[in-house]
């Protein structure tokens, strides 16, 4: 069992830059993978970016070179650097711990908008 909270989340204009925190109740060295997930108004919930417990990552195509995941097994935190904001960026982000059927947090809100 491991509580998920995000933070970082706000409103950024195009082309400006967010950092996502994502805080768990215990150790995340034994957790294996830790991703970032994002939901859109009317889609479906999407892969934005995973990352191991060796370190590897994995990104979707669509934020490949904007977004990096990285993880601080010290601090019990996962952080998404999120560069070059684009509009469709636009969604709640989530943050996840041993895949879409393990541990979720609440979300937190990312607007893009001049």
């Known amino acids: 069992q491991v509580q998920l909270v995000e933070s970082g989340g706000g409103l950024v204009q195009p082309g400006g830059s967010l950092r996502l925190s994502c805080a768990a109740s215990?150790?995340?060295?034994?957790?294996?993978?830790m991703g970032w997930y994002r939901q859109a108004p009317g889609k479906e919930r999407e892969l934005v970016a995973v990352i191991s417990s060796t370190g590897s990552t994995n990104y979707a195509r669509f934020v490949k070179g904007r977004f990096t995941i990285s993880r601080d097994n010290a601090k019990n935190t996962v952080y998404l650097q999120m560069n070059s904001l684009k509009p469709e960026d636009t969604a709640v982000y989530y943050c996840?711990?041993?895949?879409?059927?393990?541990?979720w947090g609440q979300g937190t809100q990312v607007t893009v908008s001049s």
């Open positions: 996840n711990a041993d895949g879409t059927f393990g541990y």
């Open positions: 215990r150790s995340i060295f034994s957790i294996n993978v």
